[in-house]
């Protein structure tokens, strides 16, 4: 079963926010950073990489993404200061 990835990207801390899904992390983020998709990321320059879930399905990770998205912002907010409080990318660390 092919893993599922749930991830957030800011604009920069306490910008703009946008939570998706992948099957491949590395391949989307870098997708994001370079623009390579248009669409809302493209649109508002939301690329750095502030958090991400692992899990052990798309289908699991899929419901994950819907129940963030629900999510008031200060909730999501939280979610990624409790692990990076400085808001760093953390596409770098997945290498």
Not at 60 to 70: L, V
Request: proline share 2%; net charge positive; hydrophobic share 40%.
């Amino acid at each position: 079963m092919k893993k599922g990835y749930v991830y957030i990207l800011a604009s920069k801390k306490n910008g703009t926010l946008y939570v998706g899904v992948t099957n491949d992390l590395i391949r989307r983020v870098y997708e994001h950073q370079h623009a390579l998709v248009d669409g809302f990321t493209k649109r508002y320059k939301v690329k750095v990489l502030v958090y991400f879930e692992i899990h052990d399905s798309i289908e699991a990770a899929i419901q994950r993404e819907r129940n963030i998205k629900e999510w008031k912002r200060p909730w999501k907010i939280d979610l990624i200061e409790k692990d990076n409080k400085d808001w760093l990318d953390l596409y770098p660390t997945l290498f």
